[in-house]
C-alpha cells in the first residue's frame, strides 16, 4: 500500500462504508434471464467481510449505491445485512449527500468504492476513496488507494481489513474466527 500510514488515518475515521455494485462487489457482468431478472455473482471473501465489519465494529454503517436494480440486488443486501440500499442511481453523489444528511455523517466519515465515471463525483467527496484493480483508468486518478484487488474478487474484503486495522481491531477476527 502507497502511504500506509495516511490511508490508515483516514480509515480511522470512517463511519459509513458505501460501496457500488457492479464492477466492485461484483466483476460486472450481468446475466440477464429470458424472464427479464438478473443474475450477478458474488465474492463470498466481500460477503464474510461484511459479516467481520458487523460482528467487530458495528459503529461503521453500510450503504450501497448503484446504477442498477434488481430483487437480486435487494435480497443480497438484506441478506448481509447493508443498512442503506440506493438502487437505479446514476447520480451518485446525490445520493451521497442525501446519505450525509440521513446520518448525520460528515463526507471525512465516509470511505467510497467506485470502479467507472459515475463514481469520480462521490470517490472525490468521500473522506477515503478506493477503485478496484481493474477500475476504468481515469477513476484511478482521484482515488486514494488503488485495491491490489480486481472488482468481484476481494477489493471490498480489503478496505474492510484496513478499517479495522485503523480503528485496532484487526486482530479480534484471528480471535473470534479461528
Known amino acids: 500500500m502507497k502511504n500506509k500510514n495516511g490511508l490508515l488515518k483516514k480509515a480511522a475515521k470512517i463511519k459509513l462504508f458505501i460501496s457500488d455494485i457492479d464492477g466492485v462487489l461484483t466483476r460486472g457482468e450481468i446475466i440477464v ?5 438478473e443474475i450477478k455473482i458474488w465474492n463470498v471473501k466481500d460477503g464474510l467481510g461484511y459479516l467481520f465489519l458487523r460482528d467487530i465494529y458495528p459503529e461503521v454503517k453500510t450503504a450501497w449505491i448503484t446504477g442498477r436494480g434488481s430483487l437480486q440486488i435487494q435480497e443480497r443486501a438484506k441478506d448481509m445485512k447493508i443498512d442503506y440500499l440506493i438502487k437505479n442511481c446514476m447520480t451518485k453523489k446525490e445520493a451521497f449527500d442525501k446519505l450525509l444528511l ?4 460528515k463526507a471525512e466519515e465516509t470511505v467510497y468504492i467506485g470502479d467507472d465515471i459515475v463514481d469520480i463525483a462521490v470517490l472525490k467527496a468521500a473522506g477515503l476513496s478506493v ?45 473470534k474466527y479461528l
Do not use: H, M, Q
Open 102 to 105: 440521513k446520518t448525520g455523517l
Open 131 to 175: 477503485c478496484p484493480k481493474d477500475a476504468v483508468s481515469r477513476v484511478k486518478k482521484y482515488v486514494d488507494y488503488v485495491s491490489e484487488f480486481n472488482g468481484g474478487e476481494g477489493a471490498v474484503r480489503e478496505v474492510i481489513e484496513l478499517i479495522l486495522e485503523a480503528k485496532g481491531e484487526i486482530k479480534k477476527i484471528y480471535g
Open 33 to 37: 434471464l429470458s424472464s427479464g431478472e
